[in-house]
């Protein structure tokens, strides 16, 4: 499976982060319906850390469901191909068109709780994270999903969120991302 050799290939840049592609790569190969959001225990979603033209800021979504701001993404909904999956989300709730992938390594990953909303019970999201570049216009639109779109600095991330995740991205972005670090991040 391509998202499987590539999430080791992360593994192997990021060696800190082992035990998570770790679990990740088991997960993929024990559910064969994992891009489906239909699978109850969890499924694979794509982000993307989407930063303006000069790589300052990072595009941010106030979600609407979970009520915290991070990166654009959403859920799979079958498509295997993750980064096409990242890059569309990422079109559909900012509005904008020009985005130019940094790597077509994948930048970051993280699986995290989804708490029980209604009918659906709490479930992980397997999350795999791509860097994107806004090349033409910055001005976005907010989207139904989101209560709000920011351009946060990412040197002042810590600002508006405390997730660990999130947090991350911003010190492997600062460290010069794609350049892998090799004690982690």
């Known amino acids: 499976m391509e998202l499987a050799r590539q999430l080791r290939e992360y593994g192997a840049r990021w060696p800190a982060e082992a035990e998570t592609v770790r679990r990740f790569v088991g997960f993929l190969e024990t559910h064969p319906d ?14 993307a850390w ?3 033209r000069a790589g300052a800021r990072v595009l941010l979504t106030h ?7 991070v990166q654009l993404g959403g859920h799979a909904d079958g498509d295997a191909d993750v980064f096409r999956v ?16 940094v790597a077509a390594d994948i930048f970051d990953v993280d699986v995290h709780e989804i708490p029980a909303r209604g009918a659906e019970p709490a479930h992980l999201h397997w999350d795999v994270r791509y860097a994107f570049r806004a090349t033409g216009s910055e001005r976005f639109r907010v989207s139904d999903e989101s209560h709000a779109l920011a351009w946060i600095d990412v040197a002042a991330l810590e600002t508006v969120t405390r997730e660990e995740s999130m947090l991350r ?4 972005w600062r460290a010069g991302f794609p350049r892998a670090r090799a004690a982690g991040d």
């Open 86 to 101: 990242a890059r569309r989300e990422a079109e559909e709730e900012s509005g904008l068109a020009d985005l130019e992938p």
């Open 169 to 172: 991205m911003a010190r492997k």
């Open 50 to 52: 989407l930063v303006d």
């Open 34 to 47: 994992a891009f489906a959001r239909s699978l109850a225990c969890g499924h694979v979603t794509g982000s």
């Open 63 to 69: 979600h609407k469901k979970l009520g915290i701001w």
